[in-house]
């Protein structure tokens, strides 16, 4: 199956339609007005954080990029947890922290060479090896390096994209939906404020519909 | 973001959540005379009794750490800006599969869980009342089947429970009250799924509207439901037993964390210390309900200790903490051919209780039911990214197949075990209260049920035709015991009317006293035993045994 897509389906043009609530357009509102410098990270952190933000969701060269990195950085500076932690894992803040600075000391330690310096497929292979747990470097201070890429930095990169509305675009996600709600509930029943997927050969037809996505 | 500041039930009012700003007139109890019940926690547990106890006449006062939400005003159409209303204090977590909690189990809100729970209501199959005596596991309830499915008929009747004509599984249940609600794509896949393995299936009896019902709408199915519903057609606590608490006389307190009960020189609970307004404060009372679920339970309870219950209240028998339980949430995904969108409507419109009812066949004792998905894009990678251990383009790519996505998941049930419990930890919290550890691992049944019904699960998908199925192996959601009620003092926290036996006039309300979890969601079985204790309450009052 080709992958799906939504030719000129963007969400946002359903803000003040009856799908968005009042307190909807102040939470995405300010998602999207998220200061764009680092305010937890150093500089040679915040370098490392845009780097692994590219390796571990690239984003097409074609359209604005959702800011990873800020968000990533706004959630750890105002340390917001998850309401559990794995007793190998120190805080949100020092996890990161620990996390970025083994990594680099990782990089070094293969390459000489600091993981931003690194090419995509060093950087890949060494991404590979901290999610198989392969990494041993004291820099890690007892930290399990393969619960910190998947429970904090995989999880907060990812979880950071996919409450952006351009991350609801690509997958077609009908994003906010109150207090309209939808009507059609079974299966290939679009109603006409979703996004419409392109039919091979009929793309002019998706974008179409989506123009009209209110 | 107002309500988490300031509390909104004082000076004598009480937000009216079913109308724009408006108010109801809430009574207010002095601190200094005794009130008949304080009652910690607003959720399943505590919503329902502090309702109706203050129908019964007892003066009531109920305290919840979180906010007092009016969904109406207050609720986004977004998953990271609903994280408000979880649990999101610090747990900490450890034994062989360290749990996830927030988002996945834990409220922190006037109605509790109940504000982002997924609405679905179950009820317990018969025989699990008496899992050992009659199914050779777990342990046994002190509860009567018969008399748990009236309280059933009852909770499904106050919450106008939406559901089907009639249900293929267990004795014969009454039609529901409001008319089952359309099936989205996402379950009529797990239909066609059932019809193919040759068992029966059912539309989902969720505590949804699917008519009007007084100041609220029915379900437009905007499919945000575990992260608040904005419109109300969500039947929580927050919206049915707290206002009719408030009406009947009780006193909600919100922002209000409890952080001890305190006992006399008697040896019984005084009252409680709780922190509101930027200091700890001291509520008398003649009863102490504790409604945390099954960590916040615990933790009071062990940190109430004292010098006549030096490990904890209600810990006599030092079962306290211990036998917590969790259901398992396991499940299997594919792509379909068709858009099928599922997070059009309710996440789970249809399940199938097959592996509830039927004994034979299985490896592994106790149950399951599965359930239909349909996770928003969050909780969808979360799951990608942990089970599935995508990232990279890879990620990318599986994630754009989300229209496409279908999955069957379980509540699977999971045996008691001593060695699964709430301690307290050594670091402390905002409020400086030690913060609880939650030790989980997995027993070996567990496993064996897990791996039954990815199984079966995975034969339903690849039926329908589903392709790049794959299993996630490990996850987990509700939780139960760690206060469990019992036949004496010596095996149990509580007795059948959820009554402490060391520490008389302290009680416990809430999945906490579960003795076993069965295979389906808590929600309506906390909230009927709720409502026994409550009866039970005005029956022991009425013959002077309070």
Redesign the interface.
Request: charged content about 30%; cysteine-free; proline content about 8%.
């Given at each position: 199956?080709s992958?799906?897509?939504y030719p000129g389906y963007d969400v946002l043009h359903k803000r003040n339609g009856p799908?968005?609530?009042?307190?909807?357009r102040?939470?995405?509102d300010a998602?999207l007005a998220l200061p764009r410098e680092p305010r937890f990270f150093d500089a040679r952190q915040w370098a490392l954080l845009n780097a692994l933000c590219a390796?571990?969701?690239?984003q097409p060269a074609d359209r604005p990029p959702v800011p990873l990195a800020a968000m990533v950085d706004a959630k750890v500076f105002e340390r917001?947890?998850?309401?559990?932690?794995?007793?190998?894992l120190p805080?949100l803040q020092d996890a990161w922290t620990r996390g970025l600075a083994a990594l680099d000391a990782e990089a070094e330690a293969r390459h000489q060479q600091p993981f931003v310096a690194l090419s995509a497929g060093q950087q890949?292979a060494l991404?590979t090896a901290m999610?198989q747990g392969m990494l041993h470097h004291p820099a890690w201070g007892g930290m399990p390096p393969a619960l910190f890429f998947?429970e904090r930095m995989?999880?907060d990169i990812?979880?950071a994209?996919?409450?952006h509305p351009t991350?609801?675009n690509?997958?077609?996600?009908?994003?906010?939906?109150?207090?309209?709600?939808?009507?059609?509930?079974?299966?290939?029943?679009?109603d006409p404020w979703?996004?419409a997927?392109a039919r091979p050969g009929r793309e002019d037809e998706a974008r179409e519909a989506n123009r009209r996505v209110r | 973001m107002d309500a988490l500041e300031t509390p909104r039930g004082r000076h004598g009012r009480a937000p009216d959540v079913l109308r724009p700003g408006a108010w109801l007139p809430m009574r207010e109890y002095p601190q200094n005379e005794p009130v008949d019940f304080v009652i910690v926690g607003t959720g399943a547990g505590g919503a329902p009794l502090a309702c109706k106890l203050a129908r019964a006449g007892f003066s009531v006062v109920a305290f919840d750490a979180g906010a007092w939400w009016r969904p109406l005003e207050d609720f986004a159409s977004d998953e990271a800006h609903q994280a408000k209303l979880y649990w999101l204090d610090e747990r900490l977590c450890d034994g062989d599969n360290p749990l996830k909690l927030g988002s996945n189990n834990s409220g922190k809100a006037v109605g509790g869980s109940t504000v982002h729970f997924s609405m679905v209501s179950l009820r317990f199959r018969p025989e699990w009342f008496k899992s050992r005596s009659l199914l050779g596991y777990g342990v046994d309830w002190p509860l009567d089947w018969r008399e748990m499915w009236r309280y059933y008929r009852e909770m499904e009747q106050a919450l106008k429970i939406s559901g089907p004509v009639t249900y293929p599984w267990g004795p014969k249940r009454p039609r529901y009250p409001y008319r089952q609600h359309e099936v989205n794509g996402a379950g009529l896949a797990l239909a066609r799924a059932c019809d193919a393995l040759g068992v029966d299936w059912s539309p989902t009896p969720l505590a949804t509207l699917s008519a009007p019902r007084g100041d609220a709408p029915p379900c437009v199915y905007r499919g945000f439901c575990v992260s608040g519903c904005s419109t109300n057609a969500k039947q929580s606590a927050l919206t049915t037993w707290i206002p009719w608490a408030v009406r009947a006389g009780a006193e909600i307190r919100d922002l209000a964390m409890v952080g001890r009960v305190e006992t006399g020189g008697d040896g019984l609970a005084s009252g409680v210390h709780y922190f509101r307004e930027g200091r700890w404060q001291f509520q008398r009372a003649r009863h102490v309900v504790v409604a945390g679920y099954a960590i916040e339970t615990p933790r009071l309870l062990l940190n109430s200790a004292s010098a006549r219950h030096p490990d904890g209240l209600a810990n006599r028998s030092g079962l306290l903490g211990r036998n917590l339980m969790v259901q398992t949430n396991n499940a299997v995904w594919g792509h379909l051919e068709e858009e099928v969108r599922w997070y059009k409507g309710p996440p789970s419109l249809a399940l199938c209780e097959h592996w509830n009812y039927e004994d034979r066949g299985k490896d592994f004792f106790g149950g399951y039911c599965f359930m239909s998905q349909g996770p928003l894009p969050a909780a969808w990678v979360a799951t990608q990214t942990g089970n599935h251990g995508l990232w990279g383009q890879a990620l990318v790519d599986e994630m754009r197949h989300y229209n496409h996505q279908v999955g069957l998941k379980i509540v699977g049930e999971t045996l008691p075990q001593e060695r699964n419990r709430v301690t307290l930890a050594d670091e402390h919290d905002q409020y400086g209260l030690p913060v609880a550890r939650v030790t989980w691992s997995m027993g070996d049944n567990d496993r064996r049920l897990v791996a039954h019904a990815l199984d079966f699960m995975g034969r339903g998908l690849d039926a329908i035709g589903a392709r790049d199925i794959w299993s996630e192996a490990e996850n987990t959601c509700h939780l139960g015991g760690t206060a469990r009620m019992g036949f004496d003092a010596d095996s149990s926290v509580v007795d059948a009317d959820c009554r402490s036996w060391d520490v008389r006039n302290l009680w416990v309300c809430d999945g906490s006293v579960f003795p076993t979890v069965g295979g389906v969601n808590p929600s309506l079985t906390i909230q009927a035993i709720a409502c026994r204790t409550a009866d039970r309450i005005v029956a022991l009052a009425a013959r002077g045994d309070l």
């Open positions: 199956m992958l799906p897509r799908s968005w609530n009042e307190p909807t102040r939470a995405v998602r390796r571990i969701l690239p917001q947890g998850d309401g559990y932690r794995d007793t190998r805080h890949d991404l999610q998947s995989v999880h990812t979880g994209y996919y409450q991350a609801w690509e997958i077609g996600f009908g994003g906010p939906a109150g207090p309209r709600g939808y009507v059609r509930l079974d299966s290939d029943r679009r979703e996004a997927e | -």
